[in-house]
């Protein structure tokens, strides 16, 4: 089995940075990891995704150039670094893994991390 423990979050002014880390137990160097977010009231988005190798990444549109998604498989762990924070990015993100998943389609994640909140002060 497969456990996901994300950290990092915190209170951060408008265009301040964060850097999120999930943690992994259980093998997950042959799986894709993706970065979720959920604020109150709003349905659960897709904000960045990596395969196994870190040759292939999708963000989506609002934190492009932003956001950058990378894995360090040595340490089990994949990292979002969040650069230019705006108070649209506060949610609580997650960490997802499958081995082999539809990007931006929720369901087709198995294994899911706790979230950690990341809040944005104007």
């Known amino acids: 089995q497969v456990q996901l423990a994300e950290s990092g979050g915190g209170l951060v002014q408008v265009g301040g940075s964060l850097r999120l880390s999930c943690a992994a137990s259980?093998?997950?160097?042959?799986?894709?990891l993706g970065w979720w977010r959920q604020a109150p009231g709003k349905e659960r988005e897709f904000v960045a995704g990596?395969?196994?190798?870190?040759?292939?990444?999708r963000y989506t549109d609002s934190v492009k150039g932003r956001f950058t998604i990378s894995r360090d498989n040595t340490k089990n762990t994949v990292y979002l670094r969040m650069n230019n924070l705006k108070p649209e990015d506060t949610a609580v993100y997650y960490c997802?893994?499958?081995?082999?998943?539809?990007?931006?389609?929720?369901?087709?994640?198995?294994?899911w991390g706790q979230g950690t909140q990341v809040t944005v002060s104007s």
């Open positions: 997802a893994t499958d081995l082999a998943p539809t990007w931006v389609v929720s369901t087709t994640y198995r294994y």
């Open positions: 990596i395969n196994w190798n870190g040759n292939r990444l």
């Open positions: 259980g093998r997950i160097s042959e799986h894709y």
